[in-house]
């Protein structure tokens, strides 16, 4: 027994004085987004990597093509090639990397050429939106139009030749779902698919005749300015598996639509009173109307007619609410609730409107009214901006509902199953793309890596027809960086939560997050951007790591401070 004694005493002094097993840190990708200038001379890359190495940083992302720009030799590239024999900033970005245990991805803004400024490398290869316009602004260019691809797998293939470990691809998506319409990027799908996507503006019928319940959504004046609002509505439709097309702001096109049929509109604030009296004649005679954003306070009286309010508005900036139905009619019976962030446009009362859902706050959510021989409903807040299938799935609901009310049954969807092929048309453009990077990259060598910036829901795949989970699916990129830049911790939450609902517990192993380094401060008088609070990124990290995240990527080496670089040294540990 004294023995035994003495033999376990010894062994605890032994296990005191030797030195712990090495613990693997949870973070084991610690990576970061680094801008042009932050290694474009051998004084700024050697700035940079002592504090990526102080700041426990093993994986750096520059950039090596943007803005007209780059990083690397290339016998391909048609802008200006930054490197040269007296210095080329990726390969002595990759020795110096490298010497200090880093690795390398260099970051590629693939189908994004730049700003306004720079001259198109081929004007035939930019995108042209739904109106005929040609880029002339932001400049992507087309994934569709033969010839991109080869030429952007060739530029990538030049920066593969380094001794790089992976390849990172960023705006590996179209500008919107507005794009791309030009003639060469149309002539291949409608030579496959025997209809013209340009007819989904004002030519519907011809794409889908005799439609039992036509659903058109009001493509605005507005919009042709500020495309990203088309987006919003147009992706919303997709993601609810509406068919529908676009008509121009134009009493006559509304007046030409059917009835029974359902007429849409979104960021519809400036509706003129000869629109507004035609949206009213329509429904009068029996069609339905749907508004997805609420009504503005400076509306026509007609429209707040239509959907039995008062009028008036009183406008809450976004905050997160609860949707939950009211009472228990046949609408308000199918919409569950769900939680969300969005602003709304509460109206200025009710005149003869039905609330069928409201907030936990007591704004009306959903308002129906009949009128003449038609419906209307009206969404008193952006349905387009939430992200999650709750409120594709409302505005879904409702469409059913307003079909239900005008007697119409219907078998089939035809118009919707035009607009995924069109969607997807679009979307295996890209991912073409996608896989022969990937085979270039696994034909150097199998252990390099293809990382993709972005998120990797299914939402993407109609709001800018990128299939980054199909990817994943595939093996054909390995790393996930969806970049989630928020100051609210609320919102990171959400799209944490988001990206584990859309992947596998295997391919989460490999999802990076990439929180922002950088804030938005209005000083004097302007907004600019300054480095993050570091108390804001610890608490984004420490939500990373409690969430279940094996690293993260920063955006982006510009920001980077000494109080930021100790807090990313000890989040390391």
């Known amino acids: 027994m004294k023995t035994l004694v003495l033999t376990s005493i010894a062994l605890i002094f ?120 040609r880029m002339d602004d932001t400049y992507f260019l087309s994934p569709q139009v033969p010839g991109v691809n080869d030429y952007l797998l060739s530029v990538i293939k030049d920066g593969l030749a380094y001794d790089v470990d992976g390849i990172h691809l960023d705006y590996i998506r179209y500008f919107g779902s507005m794009y791309d319409y030009s003639d060469k990027g149309r002539e291949g799908f409608v030579k496959s698919y025997g209809f013209d996507p340009k007819d ?24 042709k300015s500020r495309t990203w609002e088309q987006t919003w509505v147009e992706s919303l439709m997709d993601r609810a598996g509406i068919g529908f097309s676009f008509i121009s702001e134009k009493p006559e096109n509304v007046d030409s639509l059917r009835a029974p049929g359902l007429l849409v509109f979104s960021i519809y604030y400036t509706a003129s009173p000869e629109m507004s009296a035609a949206i009213e004649r329509y429904v009068q005679r029996g069609g339905s109307v749907l508004c997805i954003d609420g009504l503005s306070a400076g509306a026509d009286p007609k429209l707040y007619k239509i959907f039995g309010l008062k009028p008036g508005s009183i406008w809450h900036s976004a905050d997160w609410h609860t949707l939950s139905s009211v009472g228990d009619g046949t609408l308000a019976k ?77 078998d089939r969807d035809l118009m919707m199953a035009k607009r995924e092929a069109w969607i997807s048309w679009k979307a295996n453009h890209i991912t073409e793309l996608v896989k022969n990077v990937h085979d270039a990259v696994k034909a150097k060598d199998p252990k390099l890596v293809v990382s993709a910036a972005g998120g990797f829901s299914w939402n993407e795949h109609y709001i800018i027809f990128r299939d980054g989970r199909r990817w994943m699916d595939e093996g054909l990129v390995d790393i996930a960086n969806p970049m989630d830049y928020f100051d609210d911790i609320r919102d990171l939450r959400e799209y944490l939560a988001l990206h584990k609902a859309s992947a596998t517990a295997e391919q989460l192993k490999n999802f990076y997050p990439g929180l922002s380094l950088y804030t938005s401060k209005t000083v004097g008088g302007k907004k600019t951007s300054v480095s993050q609070d570091a108390k804001v990124v610890r608490e984004q990290l420490d939500l990373v790591r409690d969430t279940g995240y094996r690293g993260y990527t920063l955006f982006c080496s510009a920001q980077l401070n000494e109080d930021l670089i100790k807090v990313l040294a000890e989040a390391a540990k």
């Open 14 to 133: 032994l296990l005191s004085v030797l030195p712990a097993a090495a613990k693997e840190p949870q973070f084991t990708y610690r990576g970061i987004w680094v801008d042009t200038g932050s290694f474009a001379t051998k004084a700024a890359a050697d700035k940079l990597l002592d504090q990526c190495s102080r700041a426990k940083i093993n994986v750096i992302l520059p950039n090596v093509m943007v803005h007209g720009s780059v990083m690397h030799k290339s016998t391909h590239y048609l802008h200006n090639v930054v490197a040269n024999d007296t210095f080329d900033p990726l390969a002595y970005l990759c020795k110096e990397a490298h010497a200090k245990g880093m690795q390398v991805h260099p970051w590629y803004s693939v189908y994004y050429e730049g700003v306004k400024g720079l001259t198109p490398c081929n004007p035939e290869w930019l995108c042209t939106d739904m109106d005929g316009k």
């Open 200 to 223: 989904f503006l004002d030519n519907g019928e011809r794409i889908v005749p005799d439609e039992p319940f036509p659903v058109r959504v009001i493509h605005a004046e507005r919009h």
């Open 334 to 410: 199918r919409i569950p609730p769900y939680t969300f962030k969005s602003n709304i446009n509460e109206p200025g009362g009710m005149a003869g409107g039905t609330v069928v859902a409201s907030f936990n706050t007591g704004e009306p959510a959903v308002v129906t009214n009949e009128y003449g021989k038609g419906h209307a409903a009206l969404v008193t807040f952006n349905a387009s901006q939430p992200v999650g299938a709750g409120s594709p799935q409302l505005i879904r609901t409702i469409t059913d509902w307003l079909r239900e009310q005008s007697g119409v049954n219907m």
